[in-house]
């Protein structure tokens, strides 16, 4: 099995849905779809709010799909902000083969849609996980309001060689997933939030993204203790969030 194949079956782990299933939140939203292909369908959940300071737009992590990421995104509208999560190429009833080309201009064609048919007075760009990848360039591109990057990674070398000696993949990662070089020279507030006992993203990778940052407005919440997929439970992530958001 070529090693390429081997990572992106680890990197990657999408779950489809059929194209007639029914979302059921307990948020108010709305079910809806891009186009940045004729063959393509990017499916999204679109949670409102009354009179929203704007619209976060939320990239998960790798696995599973939006009926079990919709429930984790959909925590966010509780500062009165609209969220919007997408489903990438093969995941849930999104279609489309998903390129590390492609999943970047997914995300700048939903981000440019948005803008420009919802008009939010901000957007902020949310990445979680193998997210923060997708997101960092995206706001690399577009300077978004804010940034917020929870379990980020530096990129998919630094990550994948916590799991395999270097000499393996060197040169054969069809995902780089630069986080860092998409982030040089920014000038929007960044926050980044991080467990010290995550064992899939380890915390050293995400303070090597936060360090390299040249970036006055940026911001490194440590979680001592915290893991991969518990911060939530921690009180200090919704405050740190709230007053980060506001």
Not at 15 to 32: G, M, P
């Amino acid at each position: 099995m070529p090693i390429q194949f081997l990572l992106e079956k680890i990197i990657f782990r999408p779950v489809k849905i059929s194209a007639d299933y029914l979302f059921h939140f307990d948020s108010n939203f709305e079910e809806i779809n891009f186009y940045p292909e004729s063959d393509v369908e990017i499916n999204a959940l679109h949670f409102k709010v009354k009179n929203p300071k704007g619209i976060i737009l939320y990239f998960h992590g790798n696995k599973d799909n939006l009926a079990r990421c919709g429930k984790i995104s959909s925590q966010l509208t509780k500062f009165d902000y609209d969220v919007i999560a997408i489903d990438y190429r093969g995941y849930g009833k999104s279609t489309g083969t998903l390129s590390e080309e492609t999943f970047f201009s997914d995300a700048l064609f939903c981000y440019t849609q948005i803008r420009e048919t919802l008009n939010p007075l901000k957007i902020v760009v949310y990445g979680r996980s193998l997210g923060t990848g997708v997101a960092s360039h995206l706001a690399g591109k577009v300077n978004p309001d804010k940034l917020i990057l929870e379990t980020p990674y530096y990129d998919m070398h630094d990550l994948i060689s916590n799991y395999f000696p270097s000499f393996l993949f060197k040169n054969k990662l069809n995902f780089k997933l630069k986080s860092h070089s998409y982030l040089i020279n920014t000038q929007f507030p960044i926050l980044i939030l991080h467990g010290t006992k995550d064992t899939v993203v380890p915390y050293s990778s995400g303070q090597k993204l936060f360090e390299s940052l040249q970036n006055p407005l940026k911001k490194l919440i440590t979680f001592n203790g915290g893991k991969h997929n518990n911060l939530n439970s921690f009180q200090n992530y919704w405050d740190e969030l709230r007053e980060f958001l506001e």
